[in-house]
């Protein structure tokens, strides 16, 4: 089980676009759906994005998921300042082993 | 509204067992559709999966812990329960646990299942010290 890779950190100004990209394999990210969790600072995890692009009701629309091949991404639009956490990319692998992304921290200007 | 909350001793010895415990409140273990999971984080590092159960007993482990990990459910007490053995300073986390959901979906006529944790608890730090 390999852990998925996302870029370490983001940074973008209020009122822009950020992506955040997630990278797997054919066993895990090709195969499987992919979720995603924002972690503000010092609380749990919450679900974000899953199904690769459902928001969870009370997830604003600004935020969007997407998944091609091995890939996934995560867009937030109309960056505010109450978006910057830690955003963690997941799935499962052919064993339904679950594995998370190293995790992405926004830094919002 | 279903609430998780961990608990369980903050501090364990190396080498003992670590046990935390989660209870279910504003729903049921005993669902066909809910998996009952464990996630650590050590402190300024990412999320770690470490496995789950079914109310059926069914496990899932991480293989990097499997050796060293147990995960029960408790239906009469609406709890599960995370024990980790042999534990060293490199266990020392905020440990989470966490409902995951089983939904049935379709593409192009094929029927799957996916998963996400849509419930999660608030956390509780574990600390491996002597």
């Known amino acids: 089980q390999s852990m998925l890779t996302q870029p370490p950190s983001a940074s973008a100004t209020p009122g822009q676009r950020v992506t955040i990209s997630c990278s797997g394999g054919?066993?895990?990210?090709?195969?499987?759906?992919v979720n995603w969790y924002q972690q503000l600072p010092g609380t749990a995890p919450k679900l974000l994005i899953y199904r690769n692009n459902q928001r969870p009701s009370g997830v604003p629309d600004r935020f969007s998921g997407s998944k091609s091949g091995t890939s996934a991404s995560l867009a937030i639009n109309g960056l505010q300042s109450e978006d910057e956490a830690d955003y963690y990319c997941?799935?499962?692998?052919?064993?339904?082993?679950?594995?998370f992304g190293g995790g992405t921290k926004l830094t919002v200007l | 509204q279903m609430q998780l909350q961990e608990s369980g001793p903050g501090l364990v010895k190396p080498s003992q067992t670590l046990s935390l415990t989660c209870s279910v409140s504003?729903?049921?273990?005993?669902?066909?559709?809910?998996?009952w999971s464990w996630v650590r984080q050590p402190a300024g590092k990412g999320l770690e999966w470490i496995g789950r159960i079914h109310t059926t007993g069914s496990t899932k482990y991480n293989p990097s812990l499997k050796r060293r990990v147990t995960i029960s459910v408790h239906t009469s007490r609406n709890q599960f329960s995370l024990k980790l053995s042999s534990v060293t300073a490199a266990d020392t986390a905020v440990y989470y646990c966490?409902?995951?959901?089983?939904?049935?979906?379709?593409?192009?006529?094929?029927?799957?299942?996916?998963?996400?944790?849509?419930?999660w608890g608030k956390g509780t730090s574990v600390t491996v010290s002597s």
């Open positions: 997941a799935t499962w692998d052919d064993s339904l082993i679950g594995v």
């Open positions: 054919s066993s895990d990210i090709e195969t499987n759906p």
């Open positions: 504003g729903g049921s273990v005993n669902n066909d559709n809910s998996f």
């Open positions: 966490a409902r995951d959901l089983r939904v049935r979906g379709y593409t192009y006529g094929y029927g799957y299942y996916y998963y996400y944790m849509d419930v």
